[in-house]
């Protein structure tokens, strides 16, 4: 499922970088249905209770009542290390109306979960989109978010692990690690899965009897590791990894970096996108989380210059029948049939003012200035009707025709020209684009571009734009 790569020290802080950095969900739209909500990930959001506390959760910031809807475009930033908040920017405003504290969206967007861990313990809050509290646990230890179910239900917590902790399983001392799982609705008190060694979340089932982990190997130089499945119903992990079908009587462990990964609508599949792996490629692993069958996707990479693979985005399209991997660095587009898993890629033209020398400056030296990464984030959205890709990298945004595959423009800001994360509004007409510490409006008809806002810490990700009641 995962790779590591082959690269000089500077690529090798990177790897760091993106270790730290969970992958997050991503935008479906219908054009069949009015284009007035941007879903994350999947539609069909399961019943949440509807009693709001009369005050926000202790630490999150909203703003007073208002009445209609308005459009919040949300985003995560970095203010310090291992500190991050999700923000809510109010577009008709510019005003910043939302600020939760290690906060995550849930798959079906319209709820908000944030840890906070003190005195030994982690208290796990369920807020609507105006900052108040929905639900709210508190769970022996220290735990930080890991992935939800599709459907948003279920949040699988990761335990946090203390370097001495880490230095001594790489060096073979015995070790076990408790797994989390919450019930986001709090009809059920949370579980806790006991598993011996270093494991990670990689993923939950709706029904919540599926549990997917990351078991990680003690080999600090190729970062190896297995799939595994824990069946919640009979409490046990099943002793084989998942692999594909044609691997079952020689598994092979695997190694890289998960970049950023989406749900099938059905909330059956869970594509997550892989790079710098030691295969030298990249690709998408497709989970079935009912299942526990396994696909390997390749995509087009680059064996000189393997860095240039975490220029790679992933971005369904609004029926969920295709999802495109893209990387602008690479010039490369890749669609994928989501019914049969066939592949097709092309190459982009590159336009007469892109320079390929700009690449190294723009992907390996911006982390060491305090950047969240040198790399993009969530950088891909296809329109409401399909029919256009737009991919964040060096020199502006591409727009890709998804029949074609070929680019029909690139949109260059009028400031620095690197965008490593895009959002699009639900009707279509404003792109969104961020850079570091900057995030810009784009008006697709008119041509225009526009600061929307200076951030004074580090963007990490654009998530959407919500229409909140």
Known sequence: MKRLFHASFLALALIGGLLLAGPFLRQVVSPTEPPIVLKLDVPGARAVPAALAPAPESGTESEPARSGPAEILFYERRLYQDHTDLVGLDLA?????????????????DRMISTEVSGGKTTVNVLDLHGHELASQTLEGGYFIGRTSPDGRWLGLNPNFSASQLAGWQNGKQTSMQIAVVDTTAQEPPRYVRVPGYFLMDGLSNDGGRL??????????????????????????????????????????????????????????????????????????????????????????????????????????????????????????????????????????????????????????????????????????????????????????????????????????????????????????????????????????????????????????????????
Not at 93 to 106: D, H, K, R
């Open 212 to 469: 997917y982990l990351i078991e990680n190997l003690p080999d600090p130089i190729t970062s190896r590791y297995w799939v595994r499945l824990y069946d919640m119903r009979t409490n046990t992990l099943i002793p084989d990894p998942v692999v594909e079908k044609g691997e079952l009587d020689n598994p092979q462990p695997m190694s890289g970096v998960g970049l950023d990964f989406v749900f099938s609508p059905d909330g059956e599949w869970q594509h997550t996108l892989y790079v710098l792996g030691q295969e030298g490629h990249p690709f998408i692993h497709a989970l079935s989380l009912s299942s526990a069958a396994a696909l390997c996707l390749d995509l087009p990479g680059d064996h000189q210059q393997p860095e240039l693979e975490t220029a790679y985005s992933i971005a369904l399209s609004p029926f969920g029948q295709r999802l495109y991997a893209v990387n602008t660095a690479l010039q490369t587009v890749t669609a994928i049939n989501m019914n049969d898993f066939t592949m097709r890629s092309g190459a982009l033209e590159e336009p007469a003012a892109y320079m390929p020398a700009r690449l190294a400056g723009w992907l390996l030296p911006v982390a060491s200035a305090g950047s969240p990464g040198a790399y993009v984030n969530n950088a891909a959205v296809v329109s409401p009707d399909g029919r256009t890709l737009y991919a964040g990298g060096p020199g502006g945004v591409w727009v890709i025709d998804t029949s074609s595959l070929k680019t029909r423009k690139v949109i260059r800001p009028g400031t620095d020209g690197d965008v490593v994360s895009l959002a699009l509004d639900p009707a279509g007409a404003r792109l969104f684009g961020a850079n570091y510490n900057l995030i810009q409006s784009f008006d697709l008809a008119a041509g225009r571009d526009s600061i929307l806002v200076k951030d004074p810490g580090s963007i990490i990700r654009l998530l959407g734009v919500i229409i909140r009641e």
């Open 93 to 109: 405003t510019g005003e910043e109306v939302l600020n939760v504290p290690n906060g995550q969206l849930t798959p079906d967007q």
